[in-house]
Every structure is written in C-alpha cells, then in structure tokens.
Antibody
Framework: QVQLQESGPGLVKPSQTLSLTCTVSGGSISSGGYYWSWIRQHPGKGLEWIGYIYYSGSTYYNPSLKSRVTISVDTSKNQFSLKLSSVTAADTAVYYC???????????WGQGTLVTVSS | SYVLTQPPSVSVAPGQTARITCGGNNIGSKSVHWYQQKPGQAPVLVVYDDSDRPSGIPERFSGSNSGNTATLTISRVEAGDEADYYCQVWDSSSDHPDVVFGGGTKLTVL
C-alpha cells in the first residue's frame, strides 16, 4: 500500500521560501508512469493543483504559480519536494502531495500539512 | 485552460438521492474522477473513470458522464455522506497534461 507523508515548517515568514517534502513509502518514486503532484487548499476553499514531477523528472506547473514554484525529486530518499518562493499571506493553505497517472485519478494522497505565512 | 463548474451546494434529506454535477466543455470525452472531503481530512476517491468505484466505497456512490456534464449520484443518502465533493479531470489541450479540479460542492444532509 502506497503512502505519502508531507513534512516541513508550519510557519513561514513573508517573502521567504516555503519548502515541503513528500516521503513515499510502499512503492518506488521511480516507478514508471506516475505524476507526483502538489495540491493546496486555502482555508475554507477548494483544491488548487500546484504542479507535478513526472517519474522521468520532467515538471509542469500551474501557470498561475509557475514563476514561484519548483518541484524536484530525490530518488535515493524516495521523496519529492516543493519550493514556493516569495510567499505572502495568500499562500497560507493546507498543502497535499499526491500520486496519479495520466487520465487516472490521484489515487494516493498525503494527510496534508498546514503552512501559515506570517511574520 | 479547461474549466470545471460545480454547484456550490446541494441539500438532500436522509434516504433520498443526491446528484452533484460537474460541467465542462465536452467533458464526456474525458475521464472524470470524484473525491469526497470531510472537514480536516484529505480528499478520498469515491468514483474514478466516470463510474467505477474503488474498493471499500459503497455501491450507493455512482457516476455518469456525457456531453458537457458529469454527475456523481449518491443514493440513500446518510448523515455520514455530508462532505465536500470535487470532480477532477486531466486536460491535455496544452503541451503538458494539466490536473483540473472543479470548485467543489458542499453536500448538506438535512
């Protein structure tokens, strides 16, 4: 059974970089065909897809966040990471990592981690 | 970019049938997935590929997809079904596939 677990600081100061890691267990992050995604949810709002890294290493980001987002993978640790730069209070949200395949659902999700941007 | 439109809220009495729609341009040509999210929890997949159910999801949850509308149907609604529901597709109209979510529908059990 694949499991995903987000980790990282729960509080980030404005203008700094938000950094989160998703640790994958029960399966290899290098397994073919999967898109390893980050999704966020502002308090009381809907789901917003941030971007993904494909198992091959290619990345694609939501155009609305593209200039500030970097997603990378560390296959040796079976982890992938999110960096969001120049954060503001508007980036306060619960951040989820998830796994999916093209045209298939995001079948595995982490439990989510709340990140608050505040001085 | 591709847009999915859901009603903000749906209300239904216990034992009745709830129908939650997800509108999108020619959505019938895409595979639609539905997630249930209860407060403080991560989304849980309840229907995938328009109408299939993951193991452990009650048969009361079903889905359909045709034309410009996909529908999640919950039969014999129970109090425990009260949650937010999101539809999701992959959009490949650009050079990379995008993950697209609907805005979500709050199901209230009266």
């Amino acid at each position: 059974q694949v499991q995903l677990q987000e980790s990282g600081p729960g509080l980030v100061k404005p203008s700094q970089t938000l950094s989160l890691t998703c640790t994958v267990s029960g399966g290899s992050i290098s397994s073919g065909g999967y898109y390893w995604s980050w999704i966020r949810q502002h308090p009381g709002k809907g789901l917003e897809w941030i971007g993904y890294i494909y198992y091959s290493g290619s990345t694609y980001y939501n155009p609305s966040l593209k200039s500030r987002v970097t997603i990378s993978v560390d296959t040796s640790k079976n982890q992938f990471s999110l960096k969001l730069s120049s954060v503001t209070a508007a980036d306060t949200a619960v951040y989820y990592c998830a796994r999916g395949s093209y045209n298939k659902p995001l079948g595995y999700w982490g439990q989510g981690t709340l990140v608050t941007v505040s001085s | 970019s591709y847009v999915l439109t859901q009603p903000p809220s749906v209300s239904v009495a216990p034992g009745q049938t709830a129908r939650i729609t997800c509108g999108g341009n020619n959505i019938g040509s895409k595979s639609v997935h539905w997630y249930q999210q209860k407060p403080g929890q991560a989304p849980v997949l309840v229907v995938y590929d328009d109408s299939d159910r993951p193991s452990g999801i009650p048969e009361r949850f079903s889905g359909s997809n045709s034309g410009n509308t996909a529908t999640l149907t919950i039969s014999r609604v129970e109090a425990g079904d009260e949650a937010d529901y999101y539809c999701q597709v992959w959009d490949s109209s650009s050079d990379h596939p995008d993950v697209v979510f609907g805005g979500g529908t709050k199901l209230t059990v009266l």
